[in-house]
């Protein structure tokens, strides 16, 4: 039997040991299976208590199940659902007792959900928001993948893909019915008319989205600066946890540490590199070479000093804010001005806290910035951005060749109807479907 046909199962809850812990199955089997573990196919989508048993009528456990006969399901195919203890004895001996049976498999990560998306009970857009709201750190990052799991970009491509249909349908009956005179011109007027209704919609998506997509991966913010400045003190304020060593020791950071923060909503990874200075350590140096790649690719870059440092030693393209650390101490005196005008400049104490709300809060604003209206945005992926862009440039070329032909512009509304289809995934997205449901936990 292929993979595909055969039934699946896998613990869809939390690692044991837990309270409960809940066991789903998916394929035709599921309803032999619970008729043999639990005696009796329970009534559908009805909670029954029942005493779970093996082939050799061994109990396994005290158990509620839940049966959800196909295509009624979130998979589209027969499910059940097993509640039980969550020990890790009990879910051996259930795990054993489903492996029993013919053409019964533990599943792949994601398979789930893949299921449920070949048959038809989600599109590819709200495949990859449930995917983003499994994965969600934030608050802002989960109102935006639940946007998506309820079909927010699907249900507008869906509508886009059918009127770009109908104007396809309109042009090639004009074609058909060239030899009729006035036929084709009435025809394609209103078609092209529908075009270019439908781009300026999809270019008013494109250049409304700002980074919407960047909230998946979030904002990354270096702090970077000469050695025993304070910088794992600061990293430590901000995770409001001891995340990284601190000693009066230079050199004490040698790789990259990251901690990931949520500032009002909004995802940070904060990274606290190795001092950037000049040293005859290996181990030293591959910290330094390391805390500058990190620095040039991060969206915002903290330089740290002390009252003493005035050097910049940074190259990256990120913006740069001067932070003056060890405020507290009496040697402190004001930090000469370099850098480029209008540079942001900040005074703090790492150890005793004094400045550091301030510096918060001006992360939280420029995150702000950074990500811009993330409200109610319908792209969450670089991928949906790059067919709506295909999309919109075949649209483009339609209107631009109609004079040349109408042929060439029905070839162009066909290509922009296959890119929305390959955007929700019913069309020619074989080769990146196992690329996407992969990322998924095992269970979903």
Not at 44 to 54: E, F, K, Q, Y
Not at 359 to 365: E, F, H, N, P, S
Request: glycine letters at 10%; one cysteine or more; charged letters at 25%.
């Amino acid at each position: 039997m292929h993979p595909r046909d055969q039934t699946i199962f896998a613990l869809s809850s939390g690692r044991p040991p837990s309270a409960i812990a809940l066991v789903r199955v998916s394929g035709s089997q599921a309803g032999k299976i619970v008729t043999a573990l639990a005696g009796k196919l329970p009534s559908p989508r009805v909670a029954t208590r029942a005493l779970l048993g093996d082939v050799g009528q061994r109990p396994i456990d005290d158990a509620v199940v839940l049966w959800f006969p196909g295509p009624a399901s979130a998979t589209g195919e027969d499910v059940a659902e097993f509640h039980v203890h969550g020990g890790r004895a009990v879910l051996a001996a259930l795990f054993a007792a489903l492996s029993g049976f013919e053409d019964v498999r533990p599943a792949e990560p994601g398979e789930f959900t893949r299921r449920a998306f070949e048959n038809g009970k989600l599109d590819l857009t709200e495949a990859e928001g449930l995917d983003d709201l499994i994965h969600a750190d934030t608050d802002r990052q989960r109102r935006q993948a639940l946007r998506q799991l309820k079909g927010l970009l699907g249900d507008r491509a869906r509508d886009w893909r059918a009127r770009i249909i109908e104007a396809a349908a309109l042009i090639e009956a004009g074609i058909d019915f060239s030899d009729e005179g006035d036929v084709p011109a009435e025809l394609i007027a209103p078609a092209l008319a529908k075009v270019k209704a439908l781009l300026v919609e999809i270019e008013e998506v494109l250049a409304g989205q700002g980074r919407s997509e960047q909230l998946r991966d979030g904002l990354v913010v270096a702090i970077a600066g000469p050695p025993n400045v304070g910088k794992s003190t600061l990293m430590n304020q901000l995770a409001r946890r001891e995340v990284a060593i601190v000693s009066p020791h230079a050199g004490t950071t040698r790789d990259v540490i990251e901690v990931q923060l949520d500032l009002d909503g909004y995802p940070v990874t904060v990274i606290d590199t190795a001092g950037i200075r000049e040293t005859d350590d290996p181990v030293e140096q591959e910290g330094v070479r390391r805390a500058r790649a990190r620095a040039a690719d991060a969206d915002l870059v903290l330089w740290l000093a002390d009252s003493l440092q005035t050097a910049f030693d940074h190259d990256g393209a990120a913006p740069i804010w001067r932070v003056r650390n060890k405020i507290d101490l009496e040697a402190a005196r004001p930090l000469a001005e370099a850098g480029a005008p209008g540079l942001r400049s900040f005074d703090i104490s790492a150890s005793r806290g004094d400045g550091v709300p301030e510096l918060i809060a001006a992360l939280v604003d420029f995150a702000q910035r950074y990500f811009g209206g993330t409200e109610g945005g319908l792209i969450s992926r670089t991928r949906q951005r790059k067919l709506l862009q295909e999309t919109a440039t075949s649209l483009q070329r339609c209107l631009a060749v109609v004079g040349e032909g109408e042929e060439l512009a029905a070839e162009e509304l066909r290509m922009a109807a296959l890119s929305l289809g390959r955007l929700l995934g019913r069309v020619d997205v074989e080769d990146i479907l196992d690329v996407i449901f992969r990322e998924f936990c095992v269970g979903k």
